[in-house]
């Protein structure tokens, strides 16, 4: 929703001022400019990334609309991450094994709907618990789960740093779309000044489009995608902070608590909000 309202904002400001100072909006109308834009962006993009990056970029647009993980979901991971800390420490490792084998039957996971619907984030579990269970020390522990962590942050801001590279490209294609116009307008020197100035206006459009869709557009929605992964490795190094935690042989509530301290303010629990879900969950 909130880039939504971004969009108009930037339209409405632009194209405000621009009536305020009577300026001619159908002037700024210019197909041509836009396919020579847009086509040029994509066909870069295109010649960037191979299929799958361009399908992973398609496939992360639509975290633009939706919000980073809230307290809800914080409380519902370090819940589970409770229980199952509670168990293995009651039964023994072993005894978390087959809910870390098949988390999909497991009557643990199953309370956790929103942490089973991250597939990323339940396998990130699952394998690091059966790490554990097969036996390391924490340090080689810690240096296993820092290798995959940096890993899948590498992989998860692709797609922003792709879209920041084509905003950056957009102020070139503007110029390129002007020099186009300008290359037109050279060829109707003969005709009256009201052509000839229609079509530098038309050729300085180009321009104009290149700078607004890289610093109002595509540059803004590459930052959005940026955050959001900032966002979601957050999530992942409270995991990493909680299973280390308890590999070195901290209390289950301790762990979770050291998880907690690791979250960004606006979305971490208080320390009563997290105890009494673990307490509620537990009975």
Known sequence: MFPIIGVIIVFGSILGGYVMHHGNVHVLFQPA????????????????????TLLKIIKSLKNLFGGGPGKKEYIELLSLMYMLFSKAKKEGLLGIESDVESPAKSQIFKKYPNVIKNHHAVE??????????LGVRPFEFEEMMDRELEAHHEESSVPATVIGKVAD????FGIVAAVLGVVITMGKMSESPDVI?????A?????FLGILLCYGFIGPIGNNL??????????????????????KEMPPQLAVENARRVLFTDSKPSFKELETAVRKKAA
């Open 169 to 172: 490209s957009l102020p070139g």
């Open 124 to 133: 990130f579990i699952c394998d690091n618990f059966r790490v554990y269970i």
């Open 203 to 207: 050729a300085l459009v180009g321009t």
């Open 33 to 52: 400019e836009f396919v020579i834009l847009g086509g040029a962006a994509l066909g870069a993009m295109v010649i960037m990334c191979p299929p799958k």
């Open 197 to 201: 100035g229609h079509s530098v206006a």
């Open 226 to 247: 940026e955050q959001r992964a900032k966002e979601d490795a957050k999530y992942f190094e409270a995991i990493k902070v909680a299973i280390l935690s308890f590999a």
